[in-house]
């Protein structure tokens, strides 16, 4: 029994969701899970179930719903949401699962989020998505994702606009990567972002939940300023913010030989990624005239 076989038609009227893409490495297994050229965006075609017998007419609202969408990054997967009909306590929601690798999938069970127009949980179900058959290399798929009284985190009505349904991933499962502020990527040569990545790859994983300050660099600059590079690494699933930042430099002797207080009118480190960043400590902040850097760190004071 396939999805659509007792729910109600799918109608132009305007009860979608918001599009939620995600990196296809982030939810396939295997090591080829995004492979290809990563750069024209790119714009799926519909791809029906093969046992699907649609008359004209719904051919025609799915087209419809599917022309509003927007194109995707290569090698992305995506779920969006174009109608949504409240049945029996609880909700259907009618979704095309999008998916932009160069190659035909067919994905297994996965746990859904049901989000509201903040991103807020509003419920959650795993779903048996080997049943919506293989999808073709970047095409769109229609789906029907039903969710009962006991999925829900909430006894609220669910808002006709500005849901979305999404995967859900944990923070486990998804590769740490680098997150570069828009100074860096005007800056920073290729080769020096491929450092920087390389640096992340082989640094010990983090916790779950847990944030670090690793040094990468320490200088003395001619001024008599300390400039020390770090890499701000967020291991939890969520944006941070830094308004202000106090930071100690210890140098191979142990001895702290740098503190100050860094102010920020916006700093953000992206869930999961590692930032990296200079702090410049004056002269003035400097502790002794001569230090080793042969070895040292750099932590925030608590």
């Given at each position: 029994?396939?999805?659509?076989?007792?729910?109600?038609k799918?109608t132009?009227?305007?009860?979608?969701?918001?599009?939620q893409?995600?990196?296809?490495?982030?939810?396939?297994?295997g090591?080829?899970?995004a492979e290809?050229?990563?750069?024209?965006?790119v714009?799926?075609?519909?791809?029906?179930h093969?046992d699907w017998?649609?008359?004209e007419?719904?051919?025609?609202?799915?087209?419809?719903h599917?022309?509003?969408?927007k194109?995707l990054?290569?090698n992305?997967?995506s779920?969006s949401?174009?109608n949504?009909?409240?049945?029996?306590?609880g909700?259907?929601?009618?979704?095309f699962?999008?998916?932009?690798?160069?190659?035909?999938?067919?994905l297994k069970e996965?746990?859904?989020?049901?989000l509201?127009?903040?991103?807020?949980?509003?419920?959650?179900?795993v779903?048996d998505?080997?049943?919506a058959?293989?999808i073709?290399s970047k095409?769109?798929?229609?789906?029907?994702?039903a969710f009962?009284?006991?999925d829900f985190f909430?006894n609220?009505?669910i808002?006709?606009e500005?849901?979305?349904?999404?995967?859900?991933?944990?923070?486990t499962?998804?590769?740490?990567e680098?997150?570069?502020?828009?100074?860096?990527?005007?800056s920073?040569?290729?080769d020096?972002?491929?450092s920087?990545?390389?640096?992340?790859?082989?640094?010990a994983?983090?916790?779950?939940g847990?944030v670090n300050?690793?040094g990468?660099?320490?200088r003395?600059?001619?001024?008599?300023?300390?400039?020390?590079?770090?890499?701000?690494r967020n291991?939890?699933?969520k944006?941070?913010?830094?308004?202000?930042?106090?930071l100690?430099?210890e140098d191979?002797s142990g001895?702290?030989?740098?503190?100050?207080s860094f102010k920020?009118?916006s700093?953000?480190?992206k869930?999961n990624?590692?930032?990296p960043?200079?702090?410049?400590?004056?002269?003035s902040m400097?502790?002794?005239?001569?230090?080793?850097?042969?070895?040292?760190?750099?932590?925030?004071?608590?």
């Amino acid at each position: 029994m396939f999805p659509f076989s007792k729910s109600k038609k799918v109608t132009k009227e305007n009860t979608s969701g918001i599009d939620q893409s995600f990196d296809a490495k982030d939810l396939l297994e295997g090591p080829d899970s995004a492979e290809g050229p990563e750069e024209e965006l790119v714009q799926t075609e519909i791809s029906y179930h093969p046992d699907w017998k649609l008359p004209e007419e719904e051919k025609y609202v799915y087209a419809f719903h599917h022309s509003d969408l927007k194109p995707l990054k290569p090698n992305q997967l995506s779920l969006s949401g174009i109608n949504m009909d409240k049945q029996a306590g609880g909700y259907v929601f009618v979704a095309f699962i999008r998916q932009t690798l160069s190659k035909d999938i067919q994905l297994k069970e996965m746990p859904i989020l049901l989000l509201g127009p903040n991103q807020e949980k509003l419920a959650r179900k795993v779903f048996d998505l080997s049943q919506a058959g293989v999808i073709p290399s970047k095409t769109s798929r229609p789906w029907q994702f039903a969710f009962q009284p006991k999925d829900f985190f909430t006894n609220e009505e669910i808002p006709r606009e500005g849901w979305s349904l999404a995967f859900e991933i944990k923070p486990t499962s998804r590769r740490h990567e680098l997150d570069l502020a828009d100074s860096w990527k005007q800056s920073l040569a290729e080769d020096a972002i491929e450092s920087l990545e390389k640096v992340i790859a082989n640094a010990a994983p983090l916790k779950p939940g847990e944030v670090n300050f690793m040094g990468i660099n320490a200088r003395i600059q001619g001024s008599g300023d300390l400039a020390v590079t770090v890499l701000i690494r967020n291991g939890t699933d969520k944006n941070i913010q830094f308004q202000q930042l106090p930071l100690k430099v210890e140098d191979a002797s142990g001895e702290v030989i740098a503190e100050g207080s860094f102010k920020f009118d916006s700093f953000e480190v992206k869930a999961n990624t590692s930032k990296p960043w200079t702090f410049i400590f004056p002269k003035s902040m400097v502790k002794n005239d001569v230090i080793n850097l042969s070895k040292w760190r750099v932590y925030p004071v608590q």
